[in-house]
Structure formats: structure tokens, C-alpha cells
């Protein structure tokens, strides 16, 4: 069984037992947290689409560890005008992990 959940603004597959890296969450390291935003739910084909969510159905999850992603470099150039920029920047993320699906 499977469901695809939003999570602070984004769109995940979500299973039990998997571990999803999303937007940094406010809560503490082992917390427990809930999302209630589900958009569709698959039980062994049998498929729910919410309008625009499922009723009845939440995601239980707890907080893994908050960590940094790898960093990512923005190279900007224009050419022959000896213009060269380079940022980067980490996002914050936090490592979840399903515990329970409620359908």
C-alpha cells in the first residue's frame, strides 16, 4: 500500500518503512508528526484519487534527524564580458520515517 502525500508544499509517495527527506520541519529530532494531506491512496490496485484530498485518510511519521542537503553551485557567465558569478547554497532538510498509514 502506498499513498501520495503533500508535505510542506511537496508532493511525496509514501510507504510504510521508507525514509523521505523533505523541507525542514519545526518539530524536534524524534518527535512524532501527522500529515492529513492526501491526495490519492493505493491499496493493492484499488486506487482513491481525493477531491482535492481523501477523506478520513492521515500519514503518521516521526523525525529522524535534521541535516543539511549537498551543496549546490550556481555558475553564472556572460561571455566576452568578463562577467563571472558563482553562489551555493544547502538546503536544510529533515529525514523522516513512515511509521503508519491510516486509509
Not at 558569478?85 to 523522516?96: C, D, F, S
Amino acid at each position: 500500500m502506498y499513498v501520495i502525500v503533500e508535505i510542506a508544499g511537496q508532493q511525496f509517495k509514501a510507504e510504510k518503512g521508507r525514509k523521505l527527506y523533505v523541507h525542514r520541519l519545526q518539530e524536534a529530532e524524534g518527535a512524532s508528526v501527522s500529515f492529513d494531506r492526501v491526495l490519492l491512496t493505493d491499496s493493492d490496485g484499488q486506487v482513491k484519487v481525493g477531491t482535492p484530498v481523501v477523506k478520513g485518510a492521515s500519514v503518521k511519521a516521526s523525525i529522524v534527524k535534521h541535516l543539511k542537503d549537498d551543496k549546490v553551485l550556481v555558475f553564472k557567465k556572460k561571455r566576452r564580458k568578463g562577467y563571472q558569478k558563482l553562489n551555493g547554497h544547502r538546503q536544510y532538510l529533515t529525514q523522516i520515517l513512515i511509521e503508519e498509514i491510516v486509509a
